[in-house]
């Protein structure tokens, strides 16, 4: 990758909090640290946006810097409220993040049907 997804040197106090979250979050899901296939079966279904119903990737060109990524953040502000707004929660990720010829792929973004009575019609 050409940034960073993490700080290059996290201090000593960020490594314990990043260790700390993934293992509550995989103790959460009920896949215990040893268990290597439960994590890359969960990757899996990160790849595959979860199962949601809609997914999508957003990009931005590699010419644009940090300010051309500072509007497309404020669009995915406006997309997720927009979701909300509608009865769709949402959730962005940086699983996707790398390059695409000459697109960067900043994050992927999953919507999720807010409720068992909500139907989406196109």
Same mark, same amino acid.
């Given at each position: 990758?050409?940034?960073?997804?993490?700080?290059?040197?996290?201090? +000593? !106090?960020?490594?314990?909090? %990043? #260790?700390?979250?993934?293992?509550?979050?995989? /103790?959460?899901? =009920?896949?215990? +640290? !040893?268990?290597?296939?439960? %994590? #890359?079966?969960?990757?899996?279904?990160?790849? /595959?946006?979860? =199962?949601?119903?809609?997914?999508?990737?957003?990009?931005?060109?590699?010419?644009?810097?940090?300010?051309?990524?500072?509007?497309?953040?404020?669009?995915?502000?406006?997309?997720?409220?927009?979701?909300?707004?509608?009865?769709?929660?949402?959730?962005?990720?940086?699983?996707?993040?790398?390059?695409?010829?000459?697109?960067?792929?900043?994050?992927?973004?999953?919507?999720?049907?807010?409720?068992?009575?909500?139907?989406?019609?196109?």
């Amino acid at each position: 990758m050409e940034y960073a997804m993490y700080p290059r040197k996290l201090t +000593k !106090e960020h490594r314990r909090r %990043r #260790r700390e979250l993934g293992l509550d979050m995989y /103790k959460l899901l =009920g896949i215990h +640290k !040893e268990d290597t296939t439960g %994590r #890359r079966n969960w990757e899996r279904e990160n790849l /595959k946006f979860f =199962g949601a119903p809609i997914g999508l990737i957003i990009t931005i060109d590699r010419i644009f810097d940090k300010n051309g990524w500072g509007h497309v953040g404020m669009f995915l502000q406006t997309l997720c409220l927009a979701a909300e707004a509608e009865g769709l929660a949402t959730c962005l990720e940086e699983m996707w993040g790398m390059w695409y010829e000459n697109r960067l792929i900043l994050c992927s973004k999953l919507m999720f049907v807010g409720g068992p009575s909500y139907s989406l019609s196109f």
